[in-house]
């Protein structure tokens, strides 16, 4: 199946910096990506959705200025956690789709981030 | 709002046994898709089933589609302990995810 790579794995940061996390379509043009977060024990929520070329579309609740979603290409998007503060800490998980239909969507491997 | 809703949200079962896990979701869907995610890790794409299909087979899964009822269902069969995981189902159309089932295979 098709290859989605996000990357890095795993970051630590300082609390008021930001992290950038890449989420990458090897082998086919990503035309929709979807971010989410996941606390422990818990199920992923839809952070937003992105469509190449477009600005993305954040869920209710989700604020845009502090998670900046680039979607510039068909093959990467990249989600920046802003002035990140304990509470961030989490793990984010990128989702890619060539096109809507009868397609799947491929997940990337997800992205540990802890605030200290 | 969440799109899929899995029933149960836990599951324990004993290696060998069969396990059925169910899902209903809220909006039309193109096709639906099962997920497997191990504790921390990210998600496995297991089957993904179109609308106009009632039924799938992949190995050991088993994947159902009622779309008047808008559910879906995953047996596993023959279970393994490495099939311990929370797995989860998706519409196309709106790719948020539930609760997910916590299966738990005891060997």
């Known amino acids: 199946g098709a290859v989605v790579s996000q990357h890095p794995s795993r970051v630590i940061c300082k609390s008021g910096t930001s992290v950038k996390i890449e989420c990458r379509s090897l082998?086919?043009?990503?035309?929709?990506m979807f971010w989410y977060r996941q606390f422990p024990k818990q199920s992923l929520m839809l952070m937003a959705t992105?469509?190449?070329?477009?600005?993305?579309?954040?869920e209710q609740g989700v604020e845009k200025d502090k998670f900046l979603i680039n979607h510039a290409s068909l093959t990467l998007s990249t989600l920046t956690v802003t002035s990140a503060h304990p509470e961030d800490s989490s793990f984010y998980i990128c989702?890619?789709?060539?096109?809507?239909?009868?397609?799947?969507?491929?997940f990337g491997q997800g992205t540990r981030l802890t605030v200290v | 709002s969440q799109q899929g809703e899995e029933d149960p949200q836990a599951l324990s079962i004993q290696e060998g046994e069969n396990a059925t896990m169910n899902c209903s979701y809220k909006?039309?869907?193109?096709?639906l898709q099962w997920y497997r995610q191990n504790s921390g890790r990210g998600l496995v794409h297991l089957i993904l089933?179109?609308?106009?299909?009632r039924e799938k087979h992949s190995g050991r899964l088993r994947v159902t589609l009622d779309t008047s009822k808008k559910s879906s269902s995953l047996l596993i069969t023959a279970s393994r302990a490495a099939d311990t995981a929370s797995y989860f189902c998706?519409?196309?159309?709106?790719?948020?995810f539930g609760a997910g089932t916590r299966l738990t295979v005891k060997p």
């Open positions: 082998d086919f043009q990503a035309t929709t």
């Open positions: 089933i179109r609308s106009n299909e």
């Open positions: 992105s469509n190449e070329g477009s600005k993305a579309t954040y």
């Open positions: 909006t039309s869907i193109n096709n």
């Open positions: 998706v519409g196309d159309n709106d790719m948020r």
């Open positions: 989702s890619a789709r060539d096109r809507l239909g009868n397609t799947e969507a491929f």
